[in-house]
């Protein structure tokens, strides 16, 4: 009869045991899934494009410049380094697209969190250098975010720079003292290492470019 009870007691405890394990790994099931659908999914190369961004296959070295920023310090290859980098060629007295894309790039980099927002840095890279002063640019760039940097320099300097990374710039001919500068309005993209990764084509778009951004950094990281 204790035999009979032992072995109940026994089986009793066994299907505990059983019933134990197999929540624990239906829970732990339920965990990694829930993990993984909170994670934000990598786009393809091809969703990217669809998204207006384009990366190179191989990211490109830039090639050394000299240029300064808005307080008048050097603004060389190492100030590329060791974060993300959105570059755009614009200039003070553009009437519309300049003013326009600082605004849109403010409202990105408020809208990142966590590392993404950390290693995010936004750079403006005047294509009017003769009215464009360090002085001017450092009242112009901040007011649309105290964090962006405002860089300026040699008109020679600039052009190889902007070329270098694929958005040419020209005086527009015929308008006097009032001038226009014709001019890219992509964003470029600079990767921690300072080498050009790609750029987003304008026009742009805050959910697609957010998207596509953090598509390209998940690549980066795998």
Known sequence: ???????????????????????????????????????????????????????????RKIGEFNLIDQSGKPFTNDRLEGAWTLVFFGFTNCPDV???????LSELVESLEGTEAEDTRVVMVSVDPARDTADVLAEYVPYFNPGFVGVTGEFLDIHRFATGLNTPFRKAPGQGENY??????????????????????????????????RSVRLWWDR
């Open 1 to 59: 009869m204790a035999d009979n009870n032992n072995q109940t007691v026994s089986q009793s405890r066994g299907v505990k045991i059983t019933v134990t394990i197999v929540v624990l790994f239906i829970l732990a099931v339920i965990a990694m899934f829930v993990h993984r659908i909170q994670q934000p999914r990598i786009m393809t190369v091809a969703e990217m494009k669809i998204n207006g961004a384009y990366m190179l296959d191989t990211p």
């Open 98 to 104: 300049c003013p326009t894309t600082m605004a849109f």
């Open 180 to 213: 226009q500068v014709d001019h890219s309005a992509n964003v470029v993209l600079i990767n921690p290492r300072g080498d050009y990764h790609g750029f987003f084509r304008a026009p742009l778009d805050l959910g697609k470019m957010k998207l596509t951004y």
